[in-house]
């Protein structure tokens, strides 16, 4: 929902497609969720569950095909959003769908998707849909870790293991500016409160945990926003060094 406000703050006006945008993203998710349950089960699934999966279906096939008809680059992404559920359906028969990648890749369709919602009227350039939803992939998948560091799944270290590589890439491709200078602070901050500070963050109850997710996502949308004009030209710097 965030990647989908961000594009919305975005777009030069409001477009009667980006609230059908964000309905598409979030029942084509839980469509894949139900999917996977559904295959993995040796018992048929419970009727609530069996209702919600065939309204999903429904749901994300009729706003596919109006979508199709009135957002032209979703013709380009919807193979890219198939892989995705491809992987993320065999990762989940492989009983790995808490694993890092299956996260990431959900986090990375979530973004994509709801980037679809920036100037949908209109025929954006796929280069800086390309390099936004990995900014914002690459952001939105630090969660992931620190989730599983919380839940002692994961040494807290590998934060920094995820963290580090993911600020020197972004400054080696796009370049230093005033964007990437706070987006690296921003994703070093959030590592740090859990790196240094591991016994304080444990011990939060989950409310609070949540309210520090949310006061950096509220910190991240404001400098991706304020700085959308060098955001949206990274594309040609980075497919350069490309």
């Not at 939105?140 to 590998?158: T, Y």
Request: aromatic letters at 14%; a positive charge; glycine letters at 4%.
């Amino acid at each position: 929902m965030i990647s989908w406000l961000i594009a919305v703050l975005l777009s030069d006006s409001f477009h009667w497609l980006q609230p059908l945008i964000l309905l598409f993203s979030l029942s084509a998710l839980n469509l894949a969720e139900l999917s996977v349950e559904a295959i993995g089960r040796k018992t048929r699934l419970p009727d609530r569950k069996r209702f919600w999966l065939i309204s999903y279906l429904l749901i994300t096939v009729f706003l596919s095909v109006v979508l199709l008809s009135h957002l032209a680059s979703l013709v380009y992404l919807l193979p890219v959003f198939l892989i995705f559920g491809i992987i993320f359906i065999w990762l989940s028969l492989k009983k790995k769908q808490k694993s890092v990648l299956a996260e990431w890749i959900t986090f990375a369709f979530l973004a994509l998707a709801g980037l679809l919602a920036l100037n949908p009227g209109a025929m954006p350039e796929m280069g800086v849909l390309v390099v936004m939803s990995l900014l914002m992939a690459a952001y939105f998948g630090q969660s992931i870790f620190l989730v599983k560091s919380r839940l002692n799944k994961i040494d807290p270290e590998f934060i920094l293991v995820y963290s580090l590589p993911v600020v020197i890439l972004t400054l080696f491709l796009v370049g230093l500016d005033w964007f990437t200078c706070l987006f690296s602070f921003l994703l070093l901050a959030k590592a740090l409160q859990a790196v240094v500070f591991t016994s304080w963050y444990n011990k939060l109850k989950i409310k609070w945990v949540g309210m520090l997710e949310l006061g950096f996502h509220i910190i991240f949308v404001i400098i991706l926003v304020g700085f959308s004009n060098l955001v949206l030209s990274y594309h040609t710097k980075f497919f350069e060094v490309v």
